[in-house]
């Protein structure tokens, strides 16, 4: 009974006695001892609000400002646009150490291009140097600018509004390069900088309204997979190169 009367204490129920017996007179449930826990206030963080899509004009404005392309460079990388999604990198437009009046534009980054963050690397940046040495030039020696500065999810083609917000800073490369020839690569390439479709008439020449000569020819990694298209590609070069000559 002793047993059974610590246990029932030890449990928080206080026994009152009566003179005779022991009996349940009254049985009262006290409250277990407050503990002074510290109340751990948590600091409430705001939800980050969304980036506001930007629209074509203020990319455009904000494309006009750089004077130099260091400065054009930075710009690009604050360009913090919702589409850019999943991009690795910011693919920067490269200027020529020597310039000898040649720009290249080509289509979306590669895969490679995302992981390294330059434009023409891998295999496809291997061949590139071997067509340019063909005809006498080097990378050094010519201007490259993607025509979208991150690559787009699995590779997918670029959408109007991603090409519409991203031209802007492609044009005022062009403008502080002021290049004599540019050679496209790839069929999205052609059809934004000359209007060409590429299917049907690679390696056509097109004079922009600045007097600016646009070659149009395949990608390198597209070269890669169709390796019969080397030929077509090196008659262009050669136009190329013998253009340069003349002008």
């Known amino acids: 009974m002793q047993d059974l009367i610590k246990d029932l204490l030890l449990s928080g129920v206080r026994w009152e006695l009566s003179n005779d017996t022991i009996g349940f007179s009254e049985m009262i449930s006290h409250k277990a001892p407050e503990v002074n826990r510290t109340r751990t206030i948590s600091t409430v963080v705001p939800p980050i609000a969304p980036i506001v899509p930007m629209s074509i004009d203020t990319a455009t404005a904000m494309a006009l400002r750089p004077t130099t392309i260091d400065s054009l460079q930075r710009m690009i990388l604050e360009f913090n646009h919702p589409l850019r999604g999943g991009a690795s990198n910011v693919v920067l437009p490269v200027a020529a150490n020597n310039p000898n009046g040649v720009m290249i534009i080509t289509d979306i980054p590669s895969s490679d291009d995302d992981a390294c963050g330059q434009i023409l690397s891998g295999r496809a940046g291997d061949l ?11 990378r050094d020696s010519v201007s490259v600018s993607p025509l979208l500065f991150w ?13 519409d917000l991203s031209r802007p800073f492609v044009n005022r490369f062009i403008e ?19 209007g060409v479709d590429l299917i049907h008439n690679h390696g056509a020449e ?14 390198p990694n597209y070269i890669i997979l169709k390796p019969d298209t080397k030929r077509d590609v090196w008659t262009c070069l050669q136009n190329v190169q013998n253009l340069l000559k003349n002008l």
């Open 206 to 219: 097109t004079v922009l309204p600045n007097n600016v000569h646009v070659f149009s020819i395949y990608h």
């Open 176 to 194: 502080l390069m002021e290049p004599r020839v540019i050679i496209t690569l790839g069929t999205v390439a052609a059809m934004e900088i000359a």
């Open 128 to 138: 590139m140097d071997k067509m340019l040495g063909a005809i006498e030039m080097s």
């Open 151 to 163: 690559r787009t999810p699995g590779g997918r083609t670029p959408s109007r509004l991603e090409l």
